[in-house]
């Protein structure tokens, strides 16, 4: 075979950035020379040239460079206690590559999403679960998309704009990963000198949550009209000095039909947390409260500690779509592809599956793959985090706020799933008995609730 006598630069460069981390006999063989004359050619590149291995099974890549930001960062996270740890270096390569290289024992899990080297085919999952979701999150978005000049809607980011957001905004994020030097000076700044404009005394929350609901709906005003919640995060202070961190959902004005409406269904979440929270299911701690003619409810953040330190947490859409791929399968039916691939085991998949068939006797239309979540350590298997966002939501108001009627239709059990659903059964029979004598909750939501209360009282005598 004819080899040329000189190798062009710009092609290895070009095969090193759409193949890498590539041999350099794999690269000889693209270029028709010998082994040899690579390995002199790329002793030229410059830091860029990412040498991976030795000898014969030595592989080669090249970093690139995001805007002015570098081509690699660390990574850090923040442990129970508020102490911040080294968890890995990044670099960014060519085609939807990253690397991670592990400051210590890899986690038990990377060799599910890796390669041996390090290497993510497309942005590592718990960091792409971190980028700007929801209510919140489009919030977020909105107030630094043109300072970053970044998309103000964050679903359409590409992995390099969220790159570039965590480098920039990472400080107090879900979860307990923050990206780069600065960021992480930032998040150990807040905690020695915290910002008490974010501090609620405990005293001080009938007055000071009105305000702060106001000041997020001059953000994006209507939004529970458009069939979501509006929120907020805010550290609560005790008597002694102590700070928790919770999330706060409220209601629009109860003198409204829509308003009234979404102030039961947020005293309906309250109760769910309470009954989830006797099966250990979920945190202790909600609680609601009416101030300013509006409902909020109260309920703490399972990625925070009472210590002002942090926990990894992950969806399980973010872990199934890295692990299995994209799909639209019920939680239990994901979990169960995870326990699968060896990600998670039994207790996983049962937990799935009572908390799955809770939600549906309880008119939970909304149990998408990123309402359930995952604890994110260094171990396998994953183990399901506290629930969260339980409530029925099939009661919720139209898209235009209007109160719609809509049928009560809880799944029938299956042989699979049989024993999970009957322990379901009884809470939610004792969800919809509480609902049905609560005060707090509107007359006409309490009606209706009597129908739904025999409903599932009714199938449940029947599948005993």
């Known amino acids: 075979m004819a080899r040329t006598s000189q190798i062009p630069k710009e092609k290895l460069t070009a095969l090193l950035q759409l193949w890498g981390p ?59 206690q508020g102490r911040a740890e080294s968890l890995a270096v990044m670099e960014a390569l060519y085609e939807r590559r990253w690397r991670m290289t592990w ?33 919140l999150g489009r919030i977020m978005a909105g107030r630094v998309s043109r300072h970053l000049d970044l998309p103000a809607n964050p679903q359409t980011w590409s992995d390099d704009q969220t790159q ?56 994006l005003p209507g939004s529970s009209a458009g069939g979501e919640h509006p929120k907020f995060l805010t550290r609560l202070q005790s008597s002694t000095g102590e700070s928790r961190s919770v999330l706060v959902k409220f209601s629009p004005p109860m003198d409204q039909p829509a308003g009234r409406r979404w102030a039961d269904l947020l005293r309906c979440e309250y109760h769910a947390q309470l009954i989830l929270e006797a099966q250990d299911l979920a945190l202790p701690g909600a609680r609601t409260l009416d101030s300013g003619g509006l409902r909020f409810l109260e309920v703490p953040r399972f990625d925070r500690t009472a210590a002002g330190g942090r926990r990894g947490v992950v969806s399980l859409e973010a872990l199934h779509d890295a692990a299995v791929g994209s799909g639209q399968g019920t939680w239990p039916e994901a979990v169960a592809e995870l326990v699968e691939c060896g990600l998670t085991g039994a ?66 059990p299956l042989a699979a799933n ?12 004792a969800f919809w008995r509480t609902v049905v004598d609560d005060p707090e909750i509107s007359a006409p939501f309490r009606a209706a609730a009597v129908g739904f209360l025999d409903t599932v009282e009714r199938m449940r005598r029947h599948w005993t």
């Open 22 to 80: 590539v041999s350099a006999t794999d690269l000889a063989a693209a270029l028709k020379v010998t082994r040899g004359k690579v390995v002199r050619t790329l002793k030229d590149f410059d830091r860029r040239l990412v040498v991976l291995g030795a000898a014969r099974s030595t592989r080669y890549a090249l970093r690139r460079t995001i805007r002015s930001l570098g081509d690699r960062w660390p990574v850090y996270r923040i442990d129970g």
């Open 103 to 135: 400051a210590g024992q890899p986690p038990a899990w990377s060799g599910h999403f890796s390669d041996r080297d390090g290497f993510f085919e497309g942005y590592p999952f718990f960091l792409s679960d971190i980028r700007p979701q929801g209510f």
């Open 164 to 219: 570039i957001f965590l480098l920039s905004q990472g400080v107090d994020l879900p979860g307990s990963v923050v990206m780069g030097d600065d960021c992480l000076r930032q998040a150990l700044e807040q905690a020695v000198f915290p910002d008490n404009s974010t501090l609620v005394p405990e005293a001080e929350v009938a007055r000071r949550y009105p305000a702060l609901a106001a000041e997020i709906m001059t953000v």
């Open 347 to 412: 207790d996983a998949l049962d937990t799935a599956e009572r908390l799955h068939a809770f939600g549906g006797l309880i008119g939970n239309t909304d149990m998408h793959r990123g309402n359930l979540a995952f604890w994110l350590d260094d171990t396998l298997p994953f183990r399901v985090a506290p629930a969260y966002d339980m409530q029925p939501m099939f009661t919720a108001p139209g898209p235009q706020g209007g109160i719609v009627d809509r049928p009560f239709t809880p799944p029938v």
């Open 418 to 429: 049989h024993g999970a659903w009957l322990e379901a059964a009884g809470w939610a029979v």
